[in-house]
Every structure is written in C-alpha cells, then in structure tokens.
C-alpha cells in the first residue's frame, strides 16, 4: 500500500519561496501520476497542479501557472512542488496524492486519487 507524506510547509512572507516534498514509501512512484492539492480554510479542495508517471506531462491550475513548479524524482521515490512569489492567497494545507491511472494527470488534474498524505501548511503572511 503505497503512503505519501508531506513536508517543506510554513510561514513565509509574500513574496516568498518554499518547496514542498512528497516521500513515498510502500511502493515505486514511478508507476503514479502525482498531484498536488490545496484546502484553504472555509474552502473546498482545488487541484494545483500535477505531473504524469514520466515527468514528460504537467498541468497547472491557472492561479500558480508560472509560480509553480511540479517535479519528481522517481530514484529518491519523491515529488516536489517549487512554489515561488507567494501569495496570502496561496495559504491552504497543500495535500500531495498519487494514482496508477495515467488519465489521472493526462488532460488535467483528475480530482479523485486513490492515495492521500496528510497535508502540510502553507501560510503566507507578513
């Protein structure tokens, strides 16, 4: 059973970077699409990115395109989320996921992966 833990939150001000880490363990990554996802409070779930078995397919929600880089590891079974020019707006318990199904990150972020982590904070703040 594959198990994902986040790590890399915080506070940071705006204007700030941080990079999230994914690790997996239980089984080989490289066999799921990943995906980022981010909960603010008082919101619903939104899909901020995700990236495709290879590394060779990405897709970016509109709000981060060109602050946010998704990349993964497969030999460190790790992906990563590079977040830069934050905002308050990005504020949220950033949740990675991870599924086999390749049509998971193909077209754009599918919202229903099978397998979770925990989530970490990401408060941006001054």
């Known amino acids: 059973q594959l198990q994902l833990v986040e790590s890399g939150g915080g506070l940071v001000q705006p204007g700030g970077s941080l990079r999230l880490s994914c690790a997996a363990s239980g089984d080989t990554l490289d066999s799921y699409a990943i995906a980022w996802f981010r909960q603010a409070p008082g919101k619903g779930r939104e899909a901020v990115s995700c990236i495709s078995r290879s590394g060779g397919i990405t897709h970016y929600d509109d709000s981060v395109r060109g602050r946010f880089t998704i990349s993964r590891d497969n030999a460190k079974n790790t992906a990563y989320l590079q977040m830069s020019t934050l905002d308050p707006e990005d504020t949220a318990v950033y949740y990675c996921?991870?599924?086999?199904?390749?049509?998971?990150?193909?077209?754009?972020?599918?919202?229903?992966?099978?397998?979770w982590g925990l989530g970490t904070q990401v408060t941006v703040s001054s």
């Open positions: 996921a991870a599924d086999r199904e390749p049509a998971m990150c193909l077209f754009a972020v599918a919202p229903d992966y099978r397998f």
